[in-house]
């Protein structure tokens, strides 16, 4: 198996090192790549970098394994895994696992997220693929292993060709994780407002407010196996159609006189 490693906290980050070690121990693979951002690129979500050239750095003071390599990039998450899918590597990945990321991607946070982004990106250029968050930063070996369990069992799932896998894990000791539950998304209430403040000359500068807390997270959703103590993993699908609007709209369109 090659497997593309990336993330959108860095290449650098306790989360996705945590990951590349535990798979490097315990998978066989052919090839074990980190292709991710040069710094924080988190709520990046599925931006390209199309005005500017991109650069892959390869960092030997992280893996002297003729196997396993690591590079950054400047660019976006979803740059990464494009640039390592498309000839940025001198072979195909097999498969694309996006994390481990500090801090959870549950609900909406999964349209803002550059994690489960990377992911998307595996998944539009057709192959499996795994996003997977720590609801914190302090215990990456609980959902290293995890992220390890379901990928020993993946083969066995027959997963959908059109499924990325969304795993998010509570942040907590391994001994104290109760299990995994299959969930939906759950929903968070309305962002924060913005938190003005000044610079230095006295002109206004604005901060991105907290994300909202959750407004749906009742049980089966991702919300509610997390704080239950259960590692939460949901499927999802790429197509955003909304099939439901589809008829009031057509029975629109029969009367448009243009």
Same mark, same amino acid.
């Given at each position: 198996?090659?497997?593309?490693?990336?993330?959108?906290?860095?290449?650098?980050?306790?989360?996705?090192?945590?990951?590349?070690?535990?798979?490097?121990?315990?998978?066989?693979?052919?090839?074990?790549?980190?292709?991710?951002?040069?710094?924080?690129?988190?709520?990046?979500?599925?931006?390209?970098?199309?005005?500017?050239?991109?650069?892959?750095?390869?960092?030997?003071?992280?893996?002297?394994?003729?196997?396993?390599?690591?590079?950054?990039?400047?660019?976006?998450?979803?740059?990464?895994?494009?640039?390592?899918?498309?000839?940025?590597?001198?072979?195909?990945?097999?498969?694309?696992?996006?994390?481990?990321?500090?801090?959870?991607?549950?609900?909406?946070?999964?349209?803002?997220?550059?994690?489960?982004?990377?992911?998307?990106?595996?998944?539009?250029?057709?192959?499996?693929?795994?996003?997977?968050?720590?609801?914190?930063?302090?215990?990456?070996?609980?959902?290293?292993?995890?992220?390890?369990?379901?990928?020993?069992?993946?083969?066995?799932?027959?997963?959908?060709?059109?499924?990325?896998?969304? *795993?998010?894990? $509570?942040?907590?000791?391994? /001994?104290?994780?109760? =299990?995994?539950? !299959?969930?939906?998304? +759950?929903?968070?209430? *309305?962002?924060? $407002?913005?938190?003005?403040? /000044?610079?230095?000359? =006295?002109?206004? !500068?604005?901060?991105? +407010?907290?994300?909202?807390?959750?407004?749906?997270?009742?049980?089966?959703?991702?919300?509610?196996?997390?704080?239950?103590?259960?590692?939460?993993?949901?499927?999802?699908?790429?197509?955003?159609?909304?099939?439901?609007?589809?008829?009031?709209?057509?029975?629109?369109?029969?009367?448009?006189?243009?």
């Amino acid at each position: 198996m090659k497997i593309l490693l990336s993330n959108d906290d860095g290449y650098f980050a306790l989360g996705i090192q945590a990951a590349f070690k535990c798979l490097r121990q315990n998978i066989e693979f052919s090839r074990l790549d980190i292709m991710a951002p040069e710094r924080n690129r988190s709520a990046a979500s599925n931006s390209l970098t199309l005005l500017e050239p991109l650069r892959m750095n390869l960092h030997t003071s992280l893996s002297n394994d003729p196997l396993c390599h690591v590079y950054s990039v400047n660019g976006t998450p979803t740059d990464c895994v494009h640039l390592g899918m498309n000839g940025g590597l001198d072979y195909q990945p097999d498969i694309v696992v996006s994390g481990i990321n500090a801090g959870a991607n549950m609900g909406d946070d999964v349209l803002y997220s550059g994690t489960v982004a990377a992911a998307t990106e595996g998944r539009f250029l057709g192959k499996p693929s795994i996003a997977i968050s720590l609801c914190g930063d302090q215990h990456f070996e609980t959902a290293a292993h995890v992220l390890l369990t379901f990928f020993n069992d993946l083969p066995s799932l027959m997963l959908a060709q059109d499924t990325i896998i969304n *795993i998010n894990v $509570p942040d907590i000791p391994l /001994s104290e994780l109760k =299990g995994i539950k !299959i969930t939906r998304l +759950g929903r968070r209430h *309305i962002s924060e $407002p913005v938190v003005k403040q /000044s610079d230095p000359r =006295g002109l206004p !500068i604005y901060w991105i +407010g907290p994300a909202g807390e959750a407004a749906e997270a009742g049980d089966g959703t991702d919300f509610y196996a997390v704080e239950q103590g259960y590692a939460s993993i949901t499927p999802l699908k790429i197509d955003l159609s909304h099939y439901e609007m589809m008829e009031t709209l057509q029975n629109w369109e029969k009367q448009v006189v243009l």
